[in-house]
Structure formats: C-alpha cells, structure tokens
Nanobody, 129 residues
Framework: QVQLVESGGGLVQAGDSLRLSCAAS????????MGWFRQAPGKEREFVAA????????YYADSMKGRFTISRDNARNTCYLQMNSLLLEDTAVYSC??????????????????????WGQGTQVTVSS
C-alpha cells in the first residue's frame, strides 16, 4: 500500500506561483512513475503532468507546458508540481497519483487514469482575479 498526501494548495491571484508537494509512504516510491491530475467543478479529471522513476523523463498536458514543472526527490519520497503564471482556469483540486512498480510511464499511458494505482485526496488550488 502507498499513501499519497498532497499539500501546498491555496488561494492565489492570477499570475502568482504555487508549489504543490505529494508525500508518499512506503519503500517503492523510487520505482513508480508519478503523475498530477486536476479536476475543476463540473469537469472531468484531467492530466496535468507526469514524471518517470528517476525524473529523467517528464510529460505535460499541452496547456501546462512552459508554466508547470514536475519534479521528484526520491530520497524524500516526494513529488512536486511547480505552477507559475497561474490562470483563473487553473482553479481545481489537484491530485497526485502513483503508477505501478517497475513499469515505466510512456507517452501513450502516462496521461490516462487507469495507469495509476494509488491516488491522493487532493489539494485545492483557487486562482482569483
């Protein structure tokens, strides 16, 4: 079992930055791809970003490229999402997710919900004008 706990959300103004953290329990963090998803009110959950085991490969949804950066610290069992130049439409609950052990994320699967095995509860990000 892996427990994921997100933190770092909050209320910010458009143009501000936030860094979300996802702390994972257990000893398998370094062998799992990690992803971030978000869900806005009345909308489906959507892929934001993902990172492979060692952090060498990252993936982003097109609308987040250049503004968001995903990273990980395997020594701290933590995955991060740095969000810059926040827009009103970035308002959502952001959740991190862990992929299966020893299966690398690939571009065809990394943005799909079924790839991920464990999910956090999410952290609210609200962007105001």
């Amino acid at each position: 079992q892996v427990q994921l706990v997100e933190s770092g959300g909050g209320l910010v103004q458009a143009g501000d930055s936030l860094r979300l953290s996802c702390a994972a329990s257990g000893r398998t963090f370094s062998s799992r791809a990690m992803g971030w998803f978000r869900q806005a009110p009345g909308k489906e959950r959507e892929f934001v970003a993902a990172i492979n085991w060692r952090g060498g490969t990252t993936y982003y949804a097109d609308s987040m490229k250049g503004r968001f950066t995903i990273s990980r610290d395997n020594a701290r069992n933590t995955c991060y999402l740095q969000m810059n130049s926040l827009l009103l439409e970035d308002t959502a609950v952001y959740s991190c997710a862990a992929g299966p052990t020893s299966i690398a994320a690939q571009s065809q699967t990394v943005g799909t919900i079924p790839f991920y095995v464990y999910w956090g509860q999410g952290t609210q990000v609200t962007v105001s004008s």
